[in-house]
């Protein structure tokens, strides 16, 4: 089954303490990217990534880091995560060719 | 930047009526719209989408339209059900095989009532 899958699906971590969530694709997509989504906002860019070794900010970047070491992973790392981290996150993916983009079923991040 | 209005961000209907919403667009560049359905606890799933070459577009009880030159386009659910309960979210971009970043309305709450 073609999918984007997310681990873990919720966490709660303290302030300060490094996590990274992962994010998979088996549709061999050249385009992956981050969404925060908070009440009232919608879905906001975090970074994404047009290909291996290809990444970029998006509207939203700060606090975040982003690696694109293989095509189908695209981890999600808070260094030091805050209160205002808190939130739901989606990633989502392409084809390069294409223009739809499916996402993920999300990770409810709660930092204390 | 693109900056996408969504209204209203409720909506109930009696089951079997029709439900519409509407959103505004305020980049000419956004070339494709498409809509997305997210139900409870999942990520959003795409429903319906209409590229900026194309005026209307539907799918069995789903059609969006597209004004360009108004820039807004709206999603037209007809003939309701239960199922249909979730929130919606349109989105605009301009895709043009580089970063193609979704901007997104903030949503809508549907509630169909049986």
């Known amino acids: 089954e073609a999918q984007v899958t997310q681990n873990p699906r919720y966490l709660i971590t303290v302030t300060g303490k490094k996590l990274t969530v992962t994010c998979s694709q088996n549709?061999?997509?050249?385009?992956m990217s981050w969404y925060r989504q908070d009440p009232g906002l919608g879905l906001r860019q975090i970074y994404y990534s047009m290909n291996v070794e290809v990444t970029d900010k998006g509207d939203v970047p700060e606090g975040y880091k982003v690696s694109r070491k293989e095509k189908r992973n695209f981890p999600l790392i808070l260094e030091s995560p805050s209160p205002n981290q808190t939130s739901l996150y989606f990633c989502?993916?392409?084809?390069?060719?294409?223009?739809?983009?499916?996402f993920g079923p999300g990770t409810r991040l709660t930092v204390t | 930047g693109e900056n996408v209005e969504q209204h209203p961000s409720t909506l109930s209907v009696q089951e079997g009526d029709s439900a519409v919403i509407k959103c505004t667009y305020s980049d000419s560049a956004s070339n494709y719209f498409p809509w997305y359905k997210q139900e409870l606890g999942k990520g959003p799933q795409l429903i319906i989408d209409i590229r900026s070459n194309v005026g209307e577009k539907k799918d069995q009880r789903i059609a969006v339209t597209l004004n360009k030159t108004a820039k807004h386009f709206s999603l037209h659910i007809t003939e309701t059900q239960p199922e249909d309960s979730a929130v919606y979210f349109c989105a605009a971009s301009m895709v043009n095989f580089g970063n193609e970043k979704l901007t997104f309305g903030t949503g809508t709450r549907l509630t169909i009532i049986p």
């Open positions: 989502a993916s392409k084809s390069g060719d294409l223009y739809e983009q499916y």
């Open positions: 549709m061999n997509h050249e385009y």
